[in-house]
């Protein structure tokens, strides 16, 4: 009887069938073709469309747009005009909104998993609770959070009455509060990502290293401080990176509260890329502003990389 040979091997009827080889590959090619129509050639036009003067004159046919060359980039960069300061200024509160997000979901994740680690009573209920938030449509929990937050029957303004600690009547959308109200949400939305996550790490860990501590007369907050934490370092560092990066480019927390009449300190720099591009009708000004959001998170994420990984090393 012949054995298949290393270039595939052919069925009774002469059809070919994949050998150990090949299959693997056979296996990933449609979800390599569908990586590549939905994230490859969108990013590749996009950058295509960032040097044309595509406008709302030239939508219909947006191939005959005029060539811009690096006109919408030095617009962009240009800290002399308007909107070189309007995206300066809408990367630094996104680099705001994400460091108060990804700080605050971290302590609450981290104080969940530490709750949740030991065998207690009701914790598959806790658990439960804890991952609602993750668990709802983006669009549903957003929607409910503004009917709380509104001004007037808004259930945020009515409870801090009843507890005397404001007139009932605070524009939480409105000014500076609008900041502060999309942080609340994001803390809302992503912190039980940040709960799961460490909740895995932990328990990685061998119940054995905490045994031992505990006969060396370490409490738990010596455990948590020099066995804890450290073990959990390659975690945390994939995690901070995650959650910086989806915090970062933020579009559906801002847009569902506000909608399109953001306030501006809610600015977040993918808003003010969709304003630019969808408002204003300027695309190829807001394919410009995309492409040097990408630019710049790639920098932040190599830099954040070579920082964590020279610190493990040196740990």
């Known amino acids: 009887m012949a054995l298949p040979t290393a270039r ?8 070919w069938t994949p050998n150990a080889r090949t299959l693997p590959y056979l ?12 994230h490859v050639v969108p990013m ?8 044309l003067k595509l406008n709302q004159f030239y939508l219909r046919h947006w191939l005959q747009a005029p060539l811009a060359g690096i006109e919408n980039y030095r617009v962009s960069v240009n800290l002399n005009s308007e909107i070189g300061l309007g995206l300066l200024r809408s990367i630094g509160i996104s680099m705001g909104y994400s460091a108060v997000v990804v700080t605050f979901s971290w302590l609450l994740g981290i104080f969940g998993a530490t709750l949740l680690q030991r065998p207690m009573r009701g914790r598959s209920a806790l658990r439960t609770l804890f991952l609602i938030p993750y668990a709802l449509p983006i669009f549903t929990a957003v929607i409910v959070w503004k009917f709380m937050l509104n001004q007037d029957s808004g259930m945020v303004n009515h409870v801090l009455e009843q507890l005397g600690l ?12 609008a900041f502060v109200s999309m942080a609340l949400v ?16 932990m328990q990685s860990i061998p119940t054995e290293v905490y045994e031992a501590a505990e006969v060396d007369g370490a ?10 934490l450290p073990m959990l370092r390659p975690v945390n560092q994939v995690l901070v990176l995650v959650l910086f990066l989806w915090t970062f480019n933020d579009f559906n927390i801002p847009y569902t509260l506000f909608a399109s009449s953001t306030p501006a300190s809610a600015d977040l720099v993918s808003v003010h890329v969709y304003q630019s591009s969808f408002i204003t009708w300027n695309f190829g000004l807001g394919s410009a502003m995309s492409v040097l959001l990408l630019l710049f998170l790639l920098v932040v994420t190599a830099g954040y990389l070579v920082m964590t990984s020279r610190r493990t090393r040196h740990a």
Do not use: C, K, Y
């Open 8 to 15: 595939g091997a052919r069925g009774q009827r002469g059809r």
């Open 27 to 38: 296996l990933l090619a449609p979800a390599l073709l569908f990586e590549l129509l939905v």
């Open 44 to 51: 590749l036009t996009g950058v295509a469309i960032s040097f």
């Open 166 to 177: 404001g007139s009932g009547r605070h524009f939480w959308l409105l000014g500076d509060s």
């Open 186 to 201: 994001g803390i809302w939305r992503f912190w039980p990502f940040a709960l799961l996550t460490l909740m895995a790490g």
């Open 219 to 228: 409490n738990r907050w010596q455990q948590f401080r020099t066995l804890t």
